[in-house]
């Protein structure tokens, strides 16, 4: 168990708190720029350079799509997928899909899923596994701000990812997020 959340309080949200920001935004489909900035953020000038990949999807199509389109362009790129999990919106723990996302020791995780059953998911692999935040990347979904409010203060710093337009954004302490534009035709990442 992380002993930074280590607490007799369960990890789960209760009913109020899945409720207190109203209906979140289902996924959108994952766009061709959101695609290759999510993969730049994966192989950019990274030491060392990250190799093997859990990926994690909720079951709404977008998700899905998205997490599909990933393992594909990361096995074009040389990369590995150990695992692909799923997860419905709402589960008893979320303990199985968060044993089986880190149980490989992946070197990242890359996610694509919707606002609320993420939250929660990031609650589970803070409480019970040594997942680190700072190696899990995800598609523009993972960066609606409630999402770091749900999941609490600090679970989520460090989580990284692409937006719909080819830029980028990260969730740092007390759950702001900073986004980056779009690097300008022939740049770097």
């Known amino acids: 168990m992380n002993s930074r959340l280590a607490t007799a ?3 789960l ?3 109020p708190e899945r409720t207190a920001y109203g209906d979140l935004p289902v996924p959108a489909p994952h766009t061709a720029p959101e695609l290759a900035a999510l993969l730049r953020l ?3 000038h990274r030491r060392p350079r990250l190799h093997s990949v859990a990926i994690g999807h909720s079951r ?3 998700s899905r799509a998205a997490a599909a389109a990933f393992a594909d362009a990361w096995h074009a790129a040389d990369g590995a997928v150990l695992t692909v999990v799923d997860w419905p919106e709402q ?3 979320w303990l199985r899909p968060a044993h089986r996302l880190t149980a490989q020791e992946p070197d990242a995780l890359v996610i694509a ?3 609320l059953g993420w939250a929660q998911l990031a609650r589970r692999l803070r409480h019970s596994t040594p997942w680190r935040p700072d190696r899990t990347f995800g598609f523009v979904s993972l960066a609606e701000p409630a999402v770091a409010a749900l999941a609490g203060t600090g679970v ?3 989580v990284r990812g692409a937006s719909a337009d080819g830029g980028t ?3 740092d302490h007390a759950g702001w997020i900073s986004s980056l534009q779009p690097l300008a035709p022939g740049g770097t990442a």
């Open 91 to 93: 589960a008893a723990s």
């Open 9 to 11: 309080h369960s990890p």
């Open 113 to 115: 899923a919707a606002p």
């Open 42 to 44: 994966l192989t950019g």
């Open 60 to 62: 709404d199509n977008a």
């Open 169 to 171: 954004w990260r969730i």
């Open 13 to 15: 949200l209760s009913a």
């Open 156 to 158: 989520l710093d460090g």
